[in-house]
């Protein structure tokens, strides 16, 4: 047993030494090439000199990115993700600067030029000690036996790797926005490699029908917490309490949470040993980074931040990400202009932030969830569920198929051959489960095709003042002028229809799904109030050539006048037949919502072409029916059951889920929900295995438990 310590200890300090010689040689090859870089060599301007002097600098500044970079992580975690990222490459410039005037000759070296030293030297040590760790896998090995034998002291594990007993953990890993037949293809022509492997032989995967709120915040919520119930869109106006709620909203997320809690009667379906990772709700998990529904609260009970801290407490993890940052939004502004000079249509505006945040989507969150994941494996976790949002916001802005989001698709399918190679190390067996949430629909944006918004064209609808840009266009003409005529109607009109709804509806979009609430109308307005207070306007919705469908009070109007009533058995089904199969299912079960809408708006579809008209400026949309956005997938290990029959809606897939938990022995269900608020659950994050900082590796082992 001391013989093997002393082994353990003897190759970590050959790898320190080894690492320390790398970033030896790296300064003094910047220091050669940057002619704002000067190692000093005090009286003695020899060779030797200058190379101890890189030496002492190398060393000093691994000393200070292990022990002083998690510090200044820690102090920055209030600091917007955007902004630290951008800092990164400051502090670490300034740590370099610190250690430089630590060595007795030091250097000279300009402020911005240290910025560039000190990135270089930190990927270089870690790309060295990555490359020492991965060829030692007995070090390797005693690393996962240190941490099961930790866990196992603090109450949480059985012991050494093995220890676990025979149950498989199982990691769900949501690829947001990936449709069905765009994961076929992508494994088909090559751009996923790691996926079609899988499918050849160890996977199955099928496809299944999203709700009619075709977007995340009710699929993963149906597929965490069992229930989606109420939640008809994206964005929808709640007349009880006069909120819009908003599904990316932290105070909303956490309302939506505590409400399928409630309605439930169970924690979630990573209740007990489970992680959520990136997600807009936390699935009853205790281990949490990145979720949406515990972001908004103070103080140590938020834990959003934590994964930030577990993945940027390593500085050459930083550098590596922040790099990776500026490429993307330097990527993205290339891709834009191209796009511009070639004339695509359909296109939609990029400029602004927007490049930041999909580099932020695209790299950011990608990192720090997938380093998150890696943690949760080597500690043994029963069941971790991840978002990985990188295609979804690529393919609003350039549209679900072409070179941009087959670049994504790519770097994906790099996240899970990592990530599959890290559970072959796993103290437990793990089964990984892929899935989507919704898929994505081309179209061209409802105002780019028809020159004016959703809003426009109610407002023209129920009489009220257009911008000018809407009223010269064709489709705001022929609104303009169904309301003159609907104004010819009979004086002898009662005082209530002729008041209206005050000043005007409220009018939100959620991808190709529109919604219109009266505020002034008490409860749900029915179709003969709507009718009696503005004549004019779903006839102008029903009629115009980018509208779908309405629902209004049970009953669906299409074109032409057609009208069929949900309570009568095969209307529905046939007026709305051109959406596909469970359409008129999807629409009954939202008419009961208590918050739908006054009148819900589908966009048209082209079943030839695919292609829906959003609301929102995007050219890849998801929200409502029509076309790949309702067809995601789901992708799981031969070891599992099948699915069994078709999969209609997130709460089935959330059955299966539970189903494959208690097959691996993983956390049994239903559990009683936390004591009030029943969304206040305990965080607590894991650090990913690296590095701690600078050219010396982490003393402490992969996925290192740590409270924030």
């Excluded at 005037?101 to 990135?119: I, Y």
């Excluded at 919604?515 to 709507?530: H, K, M, N, T």
């Excluded at 097959?663 to 559990?671: M, N, S």
Aim: net charge neutral.
């Amino acid at each position: 047993m001391v013989r093997g310590r002393w082994r353990t200890a003897g190759g970590a300090l050959v790898r320190v030494i080894l690492v320390w010689a790398v970033s030896t040689l790296t300064m003094l090859a910047l220091a050669g090439i940057l002619p704002d870089f000067r190692l000093r060599s005090g009286d003695d301007d020899s060779i030797t000199q200058i190379g101890l002097t890189a030496a002492l600098g190398a060393g000093a500044f691994g000393l200070l990115s292990a022990l002083v970079w998690p510090v200044l992580v820690r102090a920055l975690l209030l600091v917007p993700a955007l902004v630290l990222g951008l800092l990164v490459f400051f502090l670490n410039g300034s740590l370099l600067l610190i250690a430089l005037s630590l060595v007795p000759a030091g250097g000279e070296v300009a402020p911005e030029t240290a910025v560039v030293v000190a990135a270089v030297m930190s990927a270089v040590a870690s790309a060295t000690s990555t490359a020492l760790a991965v060829r030692d896998d007995e070090a390797y090995r005693r690393r996962l036996y240190r941490l099961a034998d930790r866990r196992r002291r603090k109450g949480r594990g059985t012991g050494a790797p093995g220890a676990f007993g025979s149950a498989p953990g199982l990691v769900f890993l949501q690829l947001d926005g990936v449709g069905y037949e765009v994961l076929r293809r992508a494994a088909g022509s090559g751009l996923m490699p790691t996926v079609s492997d899988w499918l050849d032989g160890s996977h199955r995967i099928v496809s299944w029908r999203t709700d009619w709120s075709s977007q995340t915040g009710a699929s993963q919520l149906g597929i965490l917490h069992g229930s989606n119930f109420d939640v008809p869109a994206f964005r929808w106006y709640e007349k009880d309490t006069g909120e819009v709620m908003v599904c990316n909203r932290p105070t909303s997320a956490a309302e939506l949470q505590r409400r399928a809690v409630e309605r439930t009667a169970d924690g979630g379906l990573l209740t007990l040993d489970g992680a959520s990772r990136g997600n807009l709700f936390s699935g009853g998990a205790d281990q949490l980074a990145l979720v949406l529904s515990v972001s908004a609260r103070r103080g140590r009970a938020n834990r959003s931040r934590a994964g930030y801290f577990a993945y940027f407490s390593d500085p050459a993890n930083a550098v590596r990400t922040a790099l990776s940052f500026v490429a993307e939004a330097c990527r993205e502004t290339g891709q834009s202009l191209r796009a511009r000079i070639r004339g695509d249509r359909p296109r939609v505006a990029r400029g602004g932030l927007y490049p930041l945040i999909r580099a932020f989507a695209t790299v950011v969150e990608r990192d720090v969830v997938v380093a998150a994941v890696i943690g949760d494996m080597l500690a043994g976790r029963a069941a971790v569920y991840a978002d990985l949002v990188a295609y979804d916001e690529v393919a609003h802005h350039s549209g679900p198929h072409g070179r941009d989001t087959d670049r994504v698709l790519q770097r994906l399918d790099r996240s899970l051959a990592l990530l599959a190679r890290v559970a072959e190390h796993a103290p437990r067996a793990y089964r990984i489960v892929l899935l989507s949430d919704h898929g994505q629909s081309p179209g061209e944006t409802f105002l780019s095709r028809y020159g004016l918004t959703l809003k426009d064209l109610v407002r023209a609808g129920c009489g009220l003042p257009v911008s000018r840009r809407a009223g010269r266009t064709r489709s705001g003409a022929e609104a303009r002028a169904a309301v003159l005529a609907a104004l010819h109607r009979p004086v002898e009109e009662d005082a209530e229809a002729s008041q209206g709804p005050g000043p005007g509806p409220v009018v939100l979009a959620s991808g190709n799904l529109g919604l219109i609430s009266f505020p002034d109308v008490p409860g749900r307005a029915s179709r003969e109030r709507v009718e009696r207070a503005y004549p004019a306007l779903l006839p102008t919705l029903a009629n115009h050539p980018g509208v779908g469908f309405l629902l209004v009070d049970g009953v669906v109007l299409g074109r032409g006048g057609t009208v069929a009533r949900l309570d009568v058995p095969g209307e529905a089904e046939e007026l709305l037949a051109p959406f596909g199969p469970g359409a008129a299912g999807a629409v009954r079960r939202t008419d009961t919502f208590p918050h739908v809408a006054d009148v819900m708006v589908n966009s048209a579809y082209d079943p030839r072409t695919g292609t829906v008209h959003a609301f929102e400026e995007q050219i890849g949309s998801h929200g409502g029916l029509g076309g790949e956005q309702g067809h995601p997938f789901l992708m799981w290990p031969t070891e599992l059951s099948d699915p069994g029959g078709e999969l209609a809606g997130a709460e089935a897939v959330h059955g299966v889920l539970r189903r494959w938990l208690r097959e691996a022995d993983g956390p049994q269900l239903p559990v009683a929900p936390r004591a009030a608020p029943p969304v206040a659950l305990p965080a607590e994050d894991s650090r990913p295995e690296g590095t701690t900082g600078g050219i010396f590796p982490s003393a402490a082992t992969p996925a290192q438990d740590e409270n924030h």
